[in-house]
Every structure is written in C-alpha cells, then in structure tokens.
C-alpha cells in the first residue's frame, strides 16, 4: 500500500502544470545540424526566396568580452584585417575576389564583432558555382590563413580610428553617460567591441595573431548557410573546405555572472542634441533563455508586461488623458550575456520635468494598484496570435538576412530554433497559463527589485534647472504609492477609421514583435503592424483589424 501511495503520489506531481511547462520545445524540422570530425559546428536551412540566392556567415563564439586588459579592440581589429590579407589571397585581393564576383561591401559582404561573437556575412547567388567555391575558399583561409602583415596592420589603425570618430555623436555620448549605471557589474562595462584608440594605435601584427590563433579554432565556431540552395550540396561545401581546418582547441570561452546593484540610483544626461526631455525608470534583471516551456512562458509575460503598458500609455495620450506628456515608451534591451534591462520612459512637454515624473509616477502606481484588466490581456494574446497566424501563412517569404540572424542567435545563445508553425501553436497552448494574476504576480517582482535607476535627459538648461532631485523623486515615489488612483478602462478597439487627409501622425514608439513583425504605435493612438516580405514582386497587403 505504501508503494502505491508513493506511486500515485509520484505521477500526479509529475502531471503538475509547472511539471508539464518545464518540457523542452522543438527544433524546427527544416533546419539541419552537425558536427565536423574538427569540431566545427554547422546549421542548414534551405529557403527558397530570394531564388537563387545563398547566406553564408562564419560565426565565431568569441567577442570583445574575452580581451584581456592589454586587447581592449583586438577582437574588432583582427575582424577587420580577414579582409587585409591571407595566404591565397593577400593585401586587398580579398575585397578585389567579392568586386569581382560583383558583390558590394557593406550589401553583399559584411562583418560584425560584438561583446560575445564575432561574424562574417557573404551573401551571394548560388547559379555560380565556381564563385560559391572560391568564397568557401576565403572563408577557409578566415579560419586559419590570415597574414597580419605590418602594413596592412598600421593602414587599418587609420580606418578603425576613422569608425571610433565617426561615432561621436549625441547618441554615443548619451550611451557613454548611461553605461556606468545599466552596465554596473558587468563585464560588458569595461569592452566596448571599438575598445580602446591607444590599443588601436600600438598593437603589434604579433598581438593580433596571438588573439586570433587562441580564438579562431573550429571547435570555436560555426557555420550557418540558409537560402535556396540544396541542403546536399550546402553539407558538402561545408566538408569540402572547412574540413581542412586543423582540430585545434581554441581557448575556453570564460564568464563573467552579473552582479545586482541593489541599490536604488539617479542619472542626469544633458546634452543639448538630445532630441527630447525625459524621465525614465530602468530595472535590470536576469535574462530569460527561451530553452523550454517555462522559459516559454516566462519571456511571454515579460514581452506582454512591455506592450500592455505601451498599449496602455498611448491609448490615454491619444485620448487626451495625458496631455502633459508628449509621448513615452517601454522596452527590455539586453545588456550582458545574462542580464537584462527593462524600462519605462516619458517625453516631458514643454521642457516641465515635473509634469513628466508625475505621468510616469502615477501609470506605474495604477498598474502597482490595480494591474491589467482581463480585457487588455484579451486583446494583446489576441492581435500577437493574429501576427504568428500570418507568419505560418507568410512563412515562405521570410526575410535572408532576418532569418540567417536568427540562427545565429539560436547558434550564439544555444536556444532551440523554432518554425511558425510551433511558435504559433506552442503561443496558443501556453499563453493560456499567462493571467492577469500571473502578470501581477510578475509585476510586483519587477517593482520590488532593487537593482534600478532613474534616469532624466535634458537638452536645454531650462530643463536642467527643473530635473529632480534624487529626493524629490523619492517623495514622489511615496506619495503615489500612498494614493488612492482610479483603475484604468480599456477602451477596446472602438478606432475611427475616418482621418483628414491634411493628418500625418507620427511614430511614437517601436517594437519588435516577431521574425519579420514590426508593431508601430502612432500619435494618434492607431498600431501598424509591418510584415517584411522577401517576394519578387514590390506590393503591400492591408489588413485591418477593429
């Protein structure tokens, strides 16, 4: 008897629903992976639009975050001498070998270095064969041939000096302003992928080197080739020249976990060429992995929190509600390998940071009071099924590059890789565990955590002077969550479809919904949804939804 208590026990916490979440999510049934005898790591995914054309990217597990102190800008630098020369192809012949073929630099051949992976991106039709060789070749030789050459090496200190200089502009200073606060405890704070100009101008050819043969081994990498191309042929271009590679050990990928700063702290970021005054509340939070169901889930709330409140922000702005406040917006950015950050945002109207800290204040602490209606729910899990269902329609003419860069997310973040069809169907199934209380339930995790900041940007010296203290913000702080605040009433979808045709509304916020889904809310209260399409044919499908 005692067995079968435990028994019975046993299978029923096994069908437990947070059991049942935990299990793991598919591998869309296109995509083909492997491992050569080296150790390098490819995906295959054929996709036929555009005809004829082909994605290949190298992509090696290795940013700016492994640089040691005296590197700070070799991982970007070494990106930018694989087109100054290898062994078949030396000097310039790399760049002259593309022309050739006539691909452009910049459109058809590219590269990337961030914090945790550097790229190379060629993208080309697959009717030439002999070309599809030779740069199979190049990217070969990427892997193991690079030269260095000492004058090549000081010519491109110029060009990356040129890059740094180029980007000193009022977004750059805004986000050198920012980071000490989004980025405390991170590695990320201390290497930037540009780094360092003084490293740019002394390091050795032989520093380089160092850096790349440490980094660029196969067991370090993989490669993603997705277009229209068959997946036989793409296997064997792949074995055919990267199987040479010597099976080397790159050096162990080291990490650096994230500390919370739990402690509450206050930016001012004036700069004159700032576009608009504001006031802005950041959390920062582990990042969620999607690996399973749970995670599934998880992301869902986290991603639907986001839009309810700019759903909501919007909705009282365009209502006239909020008339003291120009625009606002939500977001979670990522901001280490492990870390997250999630934020609120207004635009202060008529440079009155006073009258912007109290609409952001009181939208916070109604959500604090009273959460989301079942309504507003409704109708988010509503219009994203309505976006996953065109995407399954929509499937076959999904965006190259998009989807090449989603592999390689997949590749970078070791994450399953999923088709439409059961990111629709898994939404479908899951999302009915995401409820208001749920969301509340995540919410008041979001506001309990410590680990946040307030940030104001001005652009003129008479929003300088009416910027907050740090005490008053606090004040305001107590005196919202002291006061008794009115629920919010959805609306619903009750939009005229009636518009002057003197109107134009402009873009108040951006947002990334899904591969190929872009959600734009207007001034006007009204949302565009843009679905990219790779079909030949230039034309625009309209739906509209009420």
Not at 199 to 224: E, G, K, S
Not at 235 to 254: C, F, G, H, V, Y
């Amino acid at each position: 008897m005692r067995n079968l208590c435990f028994l019975l026990t046993l299978v029923a916490t096994l069908l437990l629903p947070g059991r049942l979440i935990a299990a793991a999510l598919p591998q869309d049934e296109k995509l083909i992976t492997g491992q050569l005898d080296n150790g390098l790591r490819y995906m295959i995914y054929p996709h036929a639009q555009p005809k004829d054309q082909v994605n290949l990217w190298l992509q090696i597990h290795t940013g700016s975050l492994q640089e040691e102190d005296n590197e700070r800008g070799v991982a970007h630098f070494v990106e930018h001498m694989m087109f100054n020369g290898t062994k078949t192809w030396p000097g310039n012949k790399v760049i002259e070998t593309f022309e050739s073929m006539g691909l452009r630099f910049g459109r058809d051949v590219n590269a990337y270095t961030s914090y945790d992976e550097t790229v190379y991106q060629v993208s080309l039709p697959t009717t030439q064969k002999q070309n599809l060789q030779q740069v199979m070749a190049i990217f070969s030789e990427w892997g193991n041939a690079a030269t260095f050459d000492k004058l090549e090496v000081d010519a491109e200190r110029g060009v990356i000096t040129e890059e740094w200089r180029a980007h000193q502009d009022a977004k750059w200073r805004t986000s050198q302003a920012r980071r000490p606060f989004l980025l405390a405890n991170t590695r990320n704070l201390e290497r930037e992928p540009i780094g360092l100009m003084d490293t740019v101008a002394t390091v050795t050819p032989a520093q380089l080197r160092q850096f790349y043969q440490r980094w660029y081994q196969p067991n370090n990498m993989t490669f993603i080739v997705v277009g229209d191309i068959d997946s036989k042929e793409a296997l064997a271009l792949i074995k055919d020249n990267l199987s040479k590679l010597p099976a080397n050990k790159a050096a162990e990928n080291r990490v650096w976990p994230t500390k919370a700063e739990n402690h509450l702290r206050f930016n001012i970021i004036n700069d004159k060429e700032n576009r608009v005054n504001g006031i802005a509340l950041y959390y920062r939070l582990p990042m969620v992995q999607v690996s399973d169901e749970q995670s599934f889930i998880e992301q869902a709330e986290w991603s639907m929190l986001v839009q309810l409140f700019n759903q909501r922000l919007q909705e009282r702005i365009q209502s006239g509600e909020l008339k003291t406040i120009s625009g606002g917006t939500a977001r979670s950015v990522k901001i280490a390998p492990d870390y997250q950050s999630l934020f609120f945002r207004v635009n202060a109207r008529d440079d009155n940071m006073q009258d912007a800290a109290n609409a952001l204040m009181a939208e916070l602490a109604t959500i604090d009071q009273h959460g989301f209606s079942a309504e507003e729910l409704d109708d988010v899990k509503s219009t994203r099924l309505t976006w996953l269902k065109n995407a399954v329609d929509q499937q076959a003419e999904r965006d190259l590059r998009m989807l090449t860069s989603r592999l390689a997310s997949s590749s970078l973040n070791n994450t399953p890789f999923l088709s439409p069809e059961e990111t629709y169907q898994l939404s479908k199934r899951l999302w009915q565990q995401v409820t208001v209380q749920s969301l509340a339930e995540k919410w008041q995790q979001l506001r309990k955590n410590q680990d946040a900041f307030w940030e104001q940007m001005v652009n003129n010296e008479v929003a300088a002077k009416n910027a907050l203290s740090p005490a008053a913000i606090l004040a305001l702080e107590k005196e919202y969550a002291n006061k008794k605040l009115a629920a919010y009433i959805f609306p619903g979808r009750n939009l005229s479809l009636t518009v002057d045709a003197d109107t134009q509304a402009e873009i108040s916020s951006k947002e990334t919904l899904a591969e190929n889904l872009t959600s734009l809310t207007l001034s006007n209260g009204a949302r565009v949804i843009l679905a990219k399409s790779a079909g030949e044919e230039q034309k625009t499908t309209n739906y509209c939804r009420i």
